[in-house]
């Protein structure tokens, strides 16, 4: 597609529920990001996809936070019992990788807020 | 962990007037973005640099990358009203594939 979708952009849940969060990245885009963003804040980094492969998911929090990218295109960010620390705007970017001096600019979606009541 | 302090933290300044905006980090970085946020949607990328030393003009904006390529600045001339937003550095570490996001600055232009 021409950006980078994110659905739903807001999303309210109950403490405890499971929610979860879609990226449909630029078509060709290999890299796929996960980054979580407090009020006011820089992006803080939590995974990355080369294709369907996590190669990096340092920055989860917590186990409750699982992400998949099986044919190497959407990728869904599981977020299970959510506490309300986890409230956030949930960002995904992608990008077509780096060569061999640096990485290539990010393209953004416009984010999930997600607010845990 | 945030690698990556900018300052000032917020900047709120009058229509005309010039700023700078400063990045800085212990780390050295392959590379180094700026980014432009507005309230609602994705960071927008503005510029990369990549060799100590180097300078990018964008129409009003000049983006320097330190010698030691450890910190960065942004200058706006003139500042307008559009200029308004969260302005991030974001540095890309040797070999890594993943970007580190500064602090953030929020300017206002006021008109």
């Known amino acids: 597609g021409a950006g980078v979708s994110q659905s739903p952009r807001y999303k309210v849940a109950k403490r405890g529920q499971d929610v979860a969060l879609r990226c449909d990245p630029i078509s060709g885009h290999v890299s796929l990001f996960w980054y979580q963003q407090a009020l006011g804040q820089g992006p803080e980094f939590l995974t990355y996809?080369?294709?369907?492969?996590?190669?990096?998911k340092s920055g989860l929090p917590s186990d409750r936070f699982f992400a998949e990218r099986p044919e190497g295109s959407v990728s869904t960010l599981k977020i299970q019992r959510t506490q309300q620390e986890d409230s956030a705007v949930y960002l995904c970017?992608?990008?077509?990788?780096?060569?061999?001096?640096?990485?290539?600019?990010?393209?953004f979606g416009s984010g999930t807020r997600l607010t845990v009541v | 962990t945030q690698l990556l302090e900018q300052s000032p933290q917020f900047l709120s300044i009058q229509e005309g007037e010039n700023l700078t905006v400063y990045c800085n980090s212990s780390?050295?970085?392959?590379?180094l973005q700026w980014y432009r946020q507005e309230p609602g949607e994705g960071p927008v990328l503005l510029v990369t640099?990549?060799?100590?030393?180097e300078v990018k003009k964008l129409k009003r904006l000049t983006f320097q990358f330190g010698d030691a390529r450890k910190d960065s600045s942004l200058h706006i001339t003139a500042a307008q009203p559009g200029d308004t937003g969260l302005y991030l550095c974001?540095?890309?570490?040797?070999?890594?594939?993943?970007?580190?996001f500064g602090t953030g600055t929020r300017l206002t232009v006021i008109p």
């Open positions: 970017a992608s990008s077509l990788g780096r060569n061999e001096g640096y990485v290539y600019g990010y393209t």
């Open positions: 996809f080369q294709n369907e492969a996590q190669l990096d």
């Open positions: 640099v990549v060799t100590g030393g």
């Open positions: 974001a540095g890309g570490e040797t070999g890594a594939n993943n970007l580190f």
């Open positions: 780390s050295v970085f392959s590379s």
